[in-house]
């Protein structure tokens, strides 16, 4: 792939950039983006345009997310034309909520599809993120480091189970959809990556900064109990657990989502 220049374009390391270059992977994405015309879908990390070329042949309109300016001016180069739009910008400081009800046509919309293949170092942080801006997609199709995909789907008691699990349990259905291999991208990652399909919850109570808090706390050490974990900052900690009916002594990996709740009514209500 080249430049509007004619220089080749090669990823760089410091954006943590690996193309997908396998058309049967990308065309298994494209099938769980689905993307039709009446959709608007934000693509966050476009790249060299693999995924974004079938979302434009598709009549969808797409708002395309850069960071690196070469790109950018590549994609706009090759689908500048019609309803493409790009933003050159850091996803982590972009508002969805501005950014989406600043369109118009889309204020309304009820297709509106988020797509990305994450860089691996900033992965967690976007997906805190959407979390947090759920709201206004209708649905995400997101690839990931599988170790990230394998923590988010991380059943109570397993021990990848974690801060990030909790969250994006509370936050989204999820739908792990398949693996994808070192071999599939250029240059080739040292890990295996995974698509996952979020589907986002309505806004709730779980949505509060203080559960938010009481949920890093409990997994401030992951070998100590909640109790343990919980009363350096709550010092009543014992009796506010007690309320809950869960076991001080567990471990927040064993943890059901229906308990962290039960767990944070306990919190805010004692």
């Not at 600043?102 to 988020?114: C, D, V």
């Not at 349990?169 to 080739?188: D, G, Y």
């Not at 938010?212 to 009796?239: H, M």
């Not at 002594?249 to 944070?264: G, P, Q, V, Y």
Request: overall charge positive; glycine content about 6%; charged content about 25%.
């Amino acid at each position: 792939m080249r430049d509007p220049n004619g220089k080749p374009q090669f990823a760089k390391r410091s954006l943590g950039q690996n193309f997908l270059t396998d058309v049967n992977y990308i065309r298994k994405i494209i099938d769980a983006v689905d993307p039709r015309p009446e959709d608007t879908i934000v693509e966050i990390g476009p790249g060299r345009g693999a995924l974004t070329e079938h979302q434009v042949e598709s009549g969808a309109a797409v708002i395309a997310i850069e960071l690196d300016r070469d790109l950018s001016r590549m994609l706009i180069n090759r689908f500048g034309n019609g309803r493409f739009q790009l933003l050159e910008t850091n996803v982590l400081n972009l508002d969805f909520r501005s950014l989406w009800f600043s369109q118009p046509a889309n204020a309304g919309g009820a297709y509106r599809k988020l797509v990305a293949n994450l860089p691996y170092y900033i992965s967690t942080a976007i997906l805190q993120r959407l979390a947090a801006q759920r709201e206004v997609f209708s649905e995400m199709v997101l690839m990931f480091q599988k170790e990230v995909v394998d923590r988010i789907c991380a059943e109570p008691g397993n021990s990848d189970r974690g801060f990030l699990t909790v969250i994006a349990e509370a936050s989204f259905e999820i739908q792990k959809l398949f693996n994808v291999p070192p071999t599939a991208f250029s240059p080739r990652p040292k890990v295996w990556s995974s698509v996952v399909r979020l589907i986002p919850k309505p806004k709730s109570d779980l949505d509060d900064e203080v559960f938010v808090s009481l949920v890093s706390e409990a997994f401030g050490q992951k070998r100590k109990t909640i109790f343990n974990n919980l009363k350096r900052t709550y010092p009543d900690a014992a009796r506010r657990i007690g309320l809950s009916g869960i076991d001080p002594k567990r471990r927040a990996e064993t943890i059901s989502l229906d308990e962290w709740e039960a767990l944070f009514r306990s919190f805010v209500r004692s």
